[in-house]
């Protein structure tokens, strides 16, 4: 594991360019969500989003159709630690394992994902926990 992480510029949206792990709101397989559609490949659920709702960024549901995250767990007591999909995982795991977090140099670093997570992600103290969190989500993927 790099024990320096730099700060990638990504930000919640850019996350968005590649499909979103959700649970199917039928079967409760794994299923994707795009801005478009939602489609479940265990029982051929497809849902299209006709007019675009306002999205929502910011808790564990897909922006979209807001349905539950596939990437979802309980994490250092009260928190939900959520991931749209793998990469979204790595980014996570990598800032957390990192001894050295450097900030980016764009243009307002203070805006990217990992500059913006909550504090309990973050703290010291909860870096072992997190991490074993994201593995066990890790594992869902398989
Ligand atoms: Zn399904």
Redesign the pocket.
Known sequence: MDLRFRDPQTRIGNLADEPILVV??????R?TVTPERLT?A????VRVRSAPNYSVWNGPVDPFFREPLWLRADCCGGHTLWAFHERHLDLLERFIAAKLRERGLGDDPGLTLVARLPAWITAAKHRDEVLRTIAKLRATLS
């Open positions: 199917c709101p039928r079967c409760s397989r299923a479940c265990g029982c051929a659920l």
